[in-house]
């Protein structure tokens, strides 16, 4: 977490790629929405200057690269304490879209748990599904968390709903688990 905004320092993607084919801008700007960079305008990103976003950089500048096109990577900082407080609000208000949809598809992990319990669908197969949201949900948890430089209020939310979505999954487990075993078969639904 970057602890005094003010002095913040920022990376400025400038991307230019050639107009077709569209799946090379499409890949490009997937890879910089996927570490979560904002996007100021036509072609041009920026993130905090700080590690997490590295990598991300690089890859988006590979592709770039390889689509013919060129990337001029650039520092940068707010010219007065108002202008670096304008970008921080900006790169804050989409990791705060970001909690929203996590919290949202938290919400439907929780309902997806609940209407299997109502139906009593107990199967190892229905498990492994609930299972594998969860690790989705852990997965953009923690991606979320790592760019989440300047730490959202949503963060501890986010936090606290992932801690009860992974307590639905373990009663749903001993549910099944406990359905399995009194039965010593699958139940069928």
């Known amino acids: 977490m970057i602890a005094n905004s003010s002095s913040a320092r920022w990376v400025v993607l400038l991307v230019r790629l050639p107009a077709g084919p569209s799946r090379h801008r499409v890949a490009v700007w997937r890879e910089l929405r996927r570490i979560g960079a904002l996007s100021l305008g036509q072609g041009a990103w920026t993130v905090p200057d700080v590690p997490v976003f590295a990598a991300g950089l690089a890859r988006a500048a590979e592709l770039a690269d390889r689509a013919g096109g060129e990337v001029v990577t650039l520092e940068a900082a707010g ?99 406990a359905a399995l075993h009194a039965t010593g078969e699958e139940p069928t639904p």
């Open 79 to 177: 010219r007065t304490p108002a202008d670096s407080a304008r970008l921080q609000a900006l790169f804050a208000a989409a990791r705060q879209e970001d909690w929203a949809e996590f919290l949202a598809d938290c919400g439907k992990f929780e309902a997806e748990i609940a209407k299997e319990i109502r139906r009593a669908k107990f199967t190892l197969a229905e498990l492994e599904e609930e299972e594998q949201s969860l690790e989705r949900l852990r997965r953009w948890h923690r991606d979320l968390t790592a760019r989440d430089v300047f730490g959202t209020p949503e963060a501890a939310d986010a936090t606290a709903r992932l801690a009860v979505c992974t307590t639905a999954c373990e009663d749903y487990a001993e549910r099944v688990f």
